[in-house]
T-cell receptor, first 113, second 115 residues
Framework: SQQGEEDPQALSIQEGENATMNCSYKTSINNLQWYRQNSGRGLVHLILIRSNEREKHSGRLRVTLDTSKKSSSLLITASRAADTASYFCATDARGNQGGKLIFGQGTELSVKP | GAGVSQSPSNKVTEKGKDVELRCDPISGHTALYWYRQSLGQGLEFLIYFQGNSAPDKSGLPSDRFSAERTGGSVSTLTIQRTQQEDSAVYLC?????????????FGPGTRLTVL
């Protein structure tokens, strides 16, 4: 079963605006990761946040994690047309061995120039 | 190589035929994962290999699916007697270790179409 659910399913913004995507999950986790996918092919790892962390930054990306609410958000600041892609959260459930990931359904982000 | 490679990039087959999908992980990565991405199901874990340990096959949808990893490197995912619902993009990923804190590097995928 899918661990993560994301909202919104689709988001359309203007270049320069911020984009916020949310992810909820069901069970306790070791960590949560965000991935980006262009054109339905390979995924690119963006950022990993551990279960004992609350916030993490990487360039224009900011990720928060609230384990009490079992939710995470990804904020992309000052968006660019090149940020247009699908974004997925993925969780590694506590008790899993091997790091297999359970993915959310994804948010399709469109940034208009 | 520089990244994970997969072949073929696209595969069209007839229902009932067998297919083999190949994955070349990043050199030195001991863990290898297969995922499937389809319209109705999103991204699903299929199987992973870690070194010489027995693979975790818990995500394989049926016994028509099997995978092997020879010499701890290249992996082949085999689907026997393909069905139309097997149509999807099959993604392979590798990581240094099969551990939760390790980033997984994905290949470009194989788009399988079963007619």
């Amino acid at each position: 079963s899918q661990q993560g659910e994301e909202d919104p399913q689709a988001l359309s913004i203007q270049e320069g605006e911020n984009a916020t995507m949310n992810c909820s999950y069901k069970t306790s986790i070791n960590n949560l990761q965000w991935y980006r996918q262009n054109s339905g092919r390979g995924l690119v790892h963006l950022i990993l946040i551990r279960s004992n962390e609350r916030e993490k930054h990487s360039g224009r990306l900011r990720v928060t994690l609230d384990t009490s609410k079992k939710s995470s958000s990804l904020l992309i600041t000052a968006s660019r047309a090149a940020d247009t892609a699908s974004y997925f959260c993925a969780t590694d459930a506590r008790g899993n061995q091997g790091g297999k990931l359970i993915f959310g359904q994804g948010t399709e982000l469109s940034v208009k120039p | 190589g520089a990244g994970v490679s997969q072949s073929p990039s696209n595969k069209v087959t007839e229902k009932g035929k067998d297919v083999e999908l190949r994955c070349d992980p990043i050199s030195g990565h001991t863990a290898l994962y297969w995922y499937r991405q389809s319209l109705g199901q999103g991204l699903e874990f299929l199987i992973y290999f870690q070194g010489n340990s027995a693979p975790d096959k818990s995500g394989l949808p049926s016994d028509r699916f099997s995978a092997e990893r020879t010499g701890g490197s290249v992996s082949t995912l085999t689907i026997q007697r393909t069905q139309q619902e097997d149509s999807a993009v099959y993604l392979c990923a590798s990581s240094r270790l099969a551990a939760s804190y390790n980033e997984q590097f994905f290949g470009p995928g194989t788009r399988l179409t079963v007619l």
